[in-house]
Each structure stands twice: as C-alpha cells, then as structure tokens.
C-alpha cells in the first residue's frame, strides 16, 4: 500500500491560513489544482493541502487555528494514485523541498487501543516500541512507521497532564492533532532561543499557535532525530 490518505488542514480562509503557515514554516504556498479555495504548502515530497472547513455535525464551526485530518483517496490508494493526483506526483519528481514533514501526531486516550485500529497502515513491530515522554504537548507515546500515510511515521500521543494534547482531544477527539518538521527555522522566544525539549523522534521546538488546542507544529531540531 503507497498512500490511503491526504494530509489536510482544514480553516475557515484557506488563503490566509496557508500564508499564517506558510510564514512559519518559512515556505511559499501555491494554489492547489486540486480542489477550489485549497493551497498546497509543500513538505519534502508531501503536501500538506489547506482547504476550505467541512462542518461535520450542527455548531461545528471553524476554529482559529483550523483542524488537521487525514482524507481517504481512492477506496485506500495505490501506486496507481499518483496517475489522479498530478500535484503528489509531480512533488514526488521534483526534487525534496528544504523543509520535510518527519511525522504526524496522532492524539489518543489508549495508546493500545489506537494502535490495533491503527494496525491495518502501521509496519508489524518484532518487539514493543518504549513509550516515550512529549513534554511540549503533556503527552507520552510511541513512534510507529506506516506506508499508507504522509510522512511515513506516527507518533502516537496520550495526554499525561491537562496540557495541550488533551486540549485538542476534548476539541476535536481523537486523530491527527500536530506535525513534526525538519528544515523550518527555529522561532525566537522573548529572552532568546525558544525553548526545546527531547521527544519521541528527537529534540524539538513548538510554535506558538493561537489557541492552545493547535493543530501543534514541532520544529525539529537539525541532528538529534532519531533514525
């Protein structure tokens, strides 16, 4: 299996979601030729598509920072997909772009249980990943690799305190909740460097978003990330 999902960013303004992003991630958006309203941000040789809000139930409306989601692409996606989506394969023959999306995170409350629903698109594990602690998000979790999403790794959260990953599980329950990315340059806190802390796949730096529910940006720091 190559690919089973599309990584969105839903938002309210598209547009100027993908610029708010965009400038903090330090790369140029383009319009995406995909769907209307959309724009591609794109990530080594993924994209990440901000598009327009799709309000799932009475009241679900549009949050300041938007919502991450995976969109299923065709019944589960094949090698053959690419031949229906000219803007992943012609990112996928250009060369990588500086700044790549290491993993997605995907906020739980059972860590155990996400991974069996999760088993169909994560790589068999010989033995028992170690959990890891995410002090940026109050969370613990594990590291999973997958071929059948974009980035090619899950991170795995629980929440360990009232922190941000539990922000965003009583928002928008359980699924993609935050990015970690190599390449992007590293923000400035008010005394100097931003702070970092270790995490499941090295050492990292959160952008400040507007509300504390993200969708959370992990800015990885260049050599501490773990094979």
């Known amino acids: 299996m190559d690919r089973w999902a599309r990584l969105t960013w839903q938002a309210g303004d598209p547009a100027q979601m993908a610029q708010v992003l965009g400038g903090r991630l330090g790369i140029a958006p383009t319009p995406s030729r995909r769907a209307a309203g959309a724009w591609d941000l794109r990530l080594g040789t993924e994209l990440l598509e901000v598009v327009p809000w799709r309000s799932e139930q009475a009241g679900d409306e549009p949050t300041a920072e938007g919502r991450l989601l995976f969109e299923p692409v065709m019944q589960g996606g094949s090698s053959a997909d690419d031949a229906h989506d000219p803007?992943?394969?012609?990112?996928?023959?250009q060369s990588p772009s500086s700044v790549t999306l290491a993993?997605?995170?995907?906020?739980?409350?059972?860590?155990?249980?996400?991974?069996?629903?999760?088993?169909?698109?994560?790589?068999?594990?010989?033995?028992?990943?170690?959990?890891?602690?995410?002090?940026?998000?109050?969370?613990?979790?594990?590291v999973r690799t997958t071929t059948g999403l974009p980035g090619g790794r899950l991170v795995l959260l629980e929440p360990t305190s009232e922190g941000a990953l539990a922000a965003s599980l009583a928002r928008d329950s359980e699924g993609p909740c935050g990015l970690y990315v190599l390449g992007a340059p590293m923000p400035l806190g008010s005394g100097g460097p931003a702070r970092r802390h270790d995490g499941p796949i090295g050492a990292s730096v959160r952008l400040r978003t507007a509300v504390r529910a993200g969708p959370h940006l992990l800015l990885l720091v260049p050599g501490t990330i773990a094979p």
């Open 87 to 93: 803007d992943l394969a012609a990112a996928r023959q």
């Open 103 to 142: 993993a997605v995170i995907w906020a739980t409350v059972d860590l155990e249980r996400a991974e069996a629903e999760l088993a169909l698109w994560l790589e068999p594990l010989a033995n028992p990943a170690p959990l890891t602690d995410e002090p940026h998000l109050g969370a613990r979790g594990r």
